[in-house]
């Protein structure tokens, strides 16, 4: 008689309360990196474009009012 070289699975997999919060920083990091590679992405096409905004200015800088 063959021995079965893996078992299969008897229902779903019990996830841990330490493996929840692991899977929901995993997930909170990799939509961190995915924000911050979406502007770096963008700054790059900006960059090309002869458009570049520097990051030290705001974007809605307020004007001096004419003299």
Request: proline share 10%.
């Amino acid at each position: 008689m063959a021995l079965p070289l893996h078992h299969r699975m008897r229902g779903a997999p019990i996830i841990t309360p330490k493996k929840s919060v692991e899977r929901e920083a995993r997930e909170a990091r990799l939509a961190k990196a995915l924000r911050e590679n979406l502007v770096r992405r963008k700054e790059q096409k900006r960059a090309q474009e002869g458009r570049t905004v520097p990051q030290s200015q705001p974007s809605g800088r307020k004007r001096e009012p004419p003299a």
